[in-house]
């Protein structure tokens, strides 16, 4: 038998290996700036050969799609059993 | 020489699935995957440009028309089926290898098939085929849902049906080419098209309905339906600029909901949804490298979300759960299938070197070269949202959020040979985009792999990445919970029942008020209507189904005779 999980479970304290991967993580993200200030990008429009357009890009679109989601849970999230109670 | 109905690979699969059941188990097994691999042999080696005809009534049908467009979906689709043949070799259901084949041969037919009529019938058993993979799981749920798909399906087909009549009664013409707008029941086909292609608001039956089917059944319904709709959007309405928009609109919306969403497979159909969008706007361009794009990201589309759909299905067969608050820390005990769920991640948030990349790439430099700057940034940022909900979400809730309360065993042989295979099908289009191009309607002539490109889907993905982490460390990412979240279908589950509860109340209060002084009147009237109507009258007497359709065939007989 199944216990549904404490949502804190998901959040227990950083473990030395999530620490690590987090470091991974952030060294990645500043590599992959680091060939756009040698490379000149052959970008499809004039907005897009800015230095890290991509990146911003993602950034940006994550902070408003979690957002969004955040929001959107609020409006439309009901009991498991919705659909089972109807009239 | 085959008569020109039956010769056709889709009628070889329809054929062989029909038989299935009455086998053995071993026979079984060798015709569910030879059925696939000599249908795919047998489209090979038809040249393009190839056509059968056959006369039925006072038309000349085309049941087999083959041409760059229906080669490349129909290869997939033997890929398809042979893979999810693999993929069920464990089952001992007779059934359901025979819904899988039926409704794999039915959609290459409707590929295949070259004028209207020939696709609305293929069509409609695609959907009876579909549904009867829902109805065999013997579920009370899953029969109650796969009512519902029934109807929605059902309904795509009444559309197509009409619209194919006005067509092909305003022009004479029953060919299946480009159709338009503008054309005659243009309005409708394409209705038709958009509720099987999940179109934005016509979409729901398809999360409904794909998280309900058995493990392996999903895997099959994954690839074909919504395919189909792509294919018969690329013949018959590339280039309509209206698609451009819905198809953006596909590529967005679901993203929220797949990362609301709990059941691992509700959140694989919402992404399902998005993917179609990517190819529903390059069929909306409707240039030839739009179609290229729009046929190769079919192609890696059915590969990687198989190849999800597996791994997801392997846990449930092997866990019995499917929703991310009951799963986590399989990868101990399932590591083959994260590994293979991994992959399947990758291709899909497009990594360099995997097939997603590849195809999306096609689809955004089409929409480049039409010169769509805002398409293009929702498209690209589309692309960077698949790593938040299904690139890491699936993952990293199926094998490596912290659980200890699941012990299993690993996936047996079969689903991991066909996980195994797709992996790798994943990868090879991804290092050798010649192979891919090899299959395309037309000629491609662009090499995904440049530094600049490169650094920029790298860029995209650590950041999008990162986004994840800084929001899961602040405690905003919205964590799966147990819980429904309201889409479409509330109007036909909720809304609509609850609207009929309300009229009725509405009409017992106007009689409770209004009754007493009717009551002479209308009891009266009620007397006589009884007498007729109530449970033992003539008109509510219950007959068998045997009778029901006795009468219906009199009545469609009756129907025709007047008519004529």
């Known amino acids: ?87 | 020489m085959l008569p020109a109905w039956l010769n056709n690979p889709g009628m070889l699969l329809i054929i062989a699935g029909s038989v299935i059941p009455l086998l053995p188990y071993r026979l079984r097994m060798v015709v569910l995957l030879g059925a696939p691999a000599a249908s795919l042999l047998w489209l090979w080696q038809i040249p393009l440009g190839t056509t059968t005809t056959m006369a039925l009534l006072d038309y000349t049908l085309t049941p087999l028309r083959v041409d760059g467009l229906a080669f490349t979906f129909g290869v997939i689709f033997n890929v398809a089926a042979f893979l999810s043949g693999v993929y069920m070799w464990h089952t001992h259901s007779r059934l359901e290898p025979a819904a899988a084949l039926i409704y794999a041969g039915s959609a290459l037919g409707a590929v295949l098939a070259g004028d209207l009529i020939t696709l609305f019938m293929f069509w409609e058993v695609t959907a009876i085929a579909s549904a009867l993979l829902l109805v065999i799981r013997g579920l009370r749920d899953a029969m109650i849902v796969a009512r519902r798909y029934l109807l929605v399906q059902i309904g795509s087909g009444l559309f197509l049906m009409g619209g194919a009549a006005i067509y092909i009664h305003a022009t004479g013409d029953i060919a299946f080419g480009h159709i338009g707008l503008d054309a005659p029941g243009g309005w409708l086909i394409l209705l038709a098209f958009g509720i099987k292609a999940a179109f934005p608001l016509l979409h729901n039956w398809l999360q409904d309905a794909y998280p309900s089917a058995s493990a392996t059944g999903t895997v099959v319904l994954s690839a074909f339906t919504t395919k189909m709709a792509i294919y018969a959007l690329a013949r018959g309405y590339a280039g309509t600029d209206l698609l451009i928009p819905i198809g953006a609109v596909m590529t967005i919306f679901p993203i929220v909901y797949a990362m609301l969403a709990n059941d691992l497979r509700r959140v694989l159909s919402y992404s399902l949804n998005v993917q179609l969008g990517f190819m529903v706007v390059a069929v909306g361009i409707g240039t030839e490298l739009a179609l290229n794009g729009a046929a190769a990201h079919a192609v890696t589309h059915i590969l990687y979300k198989a190849l999800l759909f597996m791994s997801v299905g392997a846990v449930l067969h092997q866990t019995g759960h499917v929703r991310a608050t009951e799963l986590g820390g399989l990868a101990r005990h399932m590591p083959w299938t994260a590994a293979f769920c991994v992959i399947g991640a990758a291709s899909i948030s497009a990594f360099p070197f995997m097939a997603g990349f590849v195809s999306k790439s096609l689809i955004l430099k089409a929409v480049a070269y039409e010169h769509w700057p805002g398409i293009w940034i929702t498209l690209t940022a589309a692309s960077a949202g698949a790593l938040l909900y299904v690139g890491i979400k699936i993952p990293y809730f199926a094998f490596f959020a912290p659980n200890d309360q699941i012990e299993c065993k690993e996936a047996p042989i079969n689903m991991r040979l066909a996980m195994g295979l797709t992996a790798i099908a994943c990868i090879a289009l991804g290092l050798l985009p010649s192979l891919l191009y090899s299959i395309l309607p037309y000629p491609v002539d662009y090499n995904p792999y440049t530094a600049s490109h490169i650094v920029s889907q790298l860029q995209l993905l650590a950041f999008s990445a990162l986004v994840f982490w800084l929001a899961w460390r602040a405690g905003l990412y919205p964590l799966p919970k147990r819980a429904v979240h309201l889409d479409t279908d509330w109007v036909y589950r909720m809304l609509l029942p609850r609207f009929g509860y309300v009229a009725e109340r509405v009409y017992h209060a106007v009689l409770a008020k209004f009754g007493s002084g009717m009551n002479s009147v209308t009891e009266r009237g009620m007397g006589r209507l009884r007498l007729r109507y109530d449970a033992r009258g003539v008109m509510s007497r219950t007959w068998s189904t045997g009778w029901m359709t006795l009468w219906v065939a009199i009545l469609l007989v009756v129907y025709l005779v007047l008519y004529y």
Do not use: K
């Open chain 1, 1 to 87: 038998m199944l216990i549904e999980r404490n949502p804190q479970q998901y959040r227990r304290p950083s473990t030395l290996a999530r620490t690590r991967w987090a470091r991974a993580l952030y060294v990645v993200c500043a590599l992959t700036l680091v060939p756009s200030l040698f490379i000149h990008p052959h970008a499809e429009f004039g907005f897009a050969e800015m230095p890290a357009f991509h990146a911003l890009l993602a950034f940006v679109t994550g902070v408003v799609l979690v957002l969004a989601a955040i929001l959107l849970r609020r409006l439309i999230m009901r009991g498991e059993d919705y659909y089972e109670h109807r009239t």
